[in-house]
C-alpha cells in the first residue's frame, strides 16, 4: 500500500504532498523534513529505495523535482517506481515539458492532484493508462474553453 506521495524541488521545499493514511497535520512537516533529508543526501549512484522508520521510500529525481514515495513493506518498488515515472510522463504530456517548469505544477495544482487522484485511489494504483487517467482533464479543459 502507498502511504504518501511527495513532490519536493532541491531545496527540500514540499510542492506536493497527498497522504493515503491518517497523519496529524502537526506531525506532517516533521515527517516531510525527514524523509527529503534522508532521500536528498543520497548520491545519484546509490539505490532510489530506502528504509525509513516503518516502511520503505521510493523516489526519483527529475531536474529539479523529487517524488518520493512511501510504501508498505509487502508493496513491489520497481512497480513504484515505474508508476513514478508514468505519472512524470502523464505531467509531461498534458502540460508539455513540465520536468523543466516546476512553476508549472504550482499554478495547476488542482489539474496535478486531479492526475494523482486518477492513478491511485486509497493507497492502490488504480490507473496507468495515460489515455485514461487524461480523460477527466480534456473534459475539463473543453468545459473551460466553451
Known amino acids: 500500500m502507498i502511504k504518501f506521495?511527495?513532490?519536493v524541488n532541491k531545496q527540500?521545499?514540499?510542492r506536493l504532498s497527498r497522504y493515503y493514511e491518517q497523519v496529524?497535520?502537526?506531525k506532517r512537516?516533521?515527517?516531510e523534513a525527514d524523509v527529503v533529508?534522508?532521500?536528498l543526501s543520497r548520491h545519484k549512484d546509490e539505490c532510489s529505495f530506502v528504509e525509513h522508520k516503518d516502511y520503505k521510500l521510493v523516489f526519483r529525481q527529475y531536474a529539479g523535482l523529487f517524488i518520493v514515495v512511501g510504501i508498505t513493506d509487502t508493496e513491489n518498488e520497481l512497480s513504484?517506481?515505474?508508476?513514478?515515472?508514468?505519472?512524470v510522463e502523464i505531467l509531461d504530456k498534458y502540460f508539455s515539458r513540465v520536468v523543466s517548469a516546476e512553476a508549472q505544477i504550482m499554478f495547476n495544482l488542482d489539474r496535478v492532484h486531479l492526475i494523482l487522484d486518477e492513478m491511485i485511489l486509497n493507497g492502490h494504483v488504480a490507473e496507468t493508462n495515460k489515455t485514461r487517467i487524461l480523460a477527466?482533464?480534456?473534459?475539463l479543459d473543453k468545459l473551460a474553453e466553451g
Open 37 to 39: 533529508r534522508s532521500c
Open 24 to 26: 496529524d497535520l502537526g
Open 136 to 139: 477527466p482533464l480534456m473534459v
Open 5 to 7: 506521495f511527495l513532490m
Open 80 to 87: 513504484i517506481y515505474e508508476l513514478v515515472h508514468n505519472f
Open 29 to 31: 512537516p516533521a515527517l
Open 12 to 14: 527540500g521545499q514540499t
